[in-house]
Every structure is written in structure tokens, then in C-alpha cells.
């Protein structure tokens, strides 16, 4: 929902690991973004997104920014 409401993004889709190619095939997204944490060449389906004529942007990573940290703290909050 964060994502969804920048004004810099189109839509956000939540899918299935399995899924990925047909997705990227589908939707063509102009940008695929993933964490600073991989290199470009990692990214699955990044190759499949620059064929179709996109690109696949790496965002900074904070090290002392956990995601599944956030994600633990709310769920043990009582």
C-alpha cells in the first residue's frame, strides 16, 4: 500500500516466485527494482526486462534497516 500510494509508481504486484517470467512478460515494466544488495546481473528476470526494452534499477540498502525485523516487531506487538 506505501508503494502504491508514490506518485512515482504505477502499480505494485505481489506474486508467486514461480511466476516471475510471465508476469515480466506480461506487464513489461519500464523499470524492475531490487535491493543494492545484488548486482544487476542477479536479478532474475532482469535480462528478460532489458530485452523488452527496460531497465532494472538497484536501490541503496541500509545495513542497520532490517525488513524482517520490522516485520517480527509488529507481529510480537501486543
Not at 20 to 49: F, H, M
Not at 57 to 64: E, F, W
Request: hydrophobic share 45%; net charge positive; no cysteine.
Amino acid at each position: 500500500r506505501i508503494l502504491s500510494a508514490l506518485n512515482s509508481v504505477d502499480a505494485v504486484v505481489v506474486f508467486a516466485s514461480d511466476a516471475l517470467e510471465t508476469l515480466l512478460d506480461t506487464i513489461q515494466p519500464e523499470v524492475l527494482v531490487k535491493g543494492s544488495n545484488y548486482a544487476s546481473a542477479q536479478v532474475r528476470g532482469g535480462d528478460r526486462v532489458i530485452r523488452q526494452g527496460g531497465r532494472v534499477a538497484l536501490i541503496p540498502v541500509s545495513d542497520d534497516v532490517s525488513s524482517s525485523q520490522i516485520i517480527r516487531t509488529i507481529k510480537n506487538a501486543k
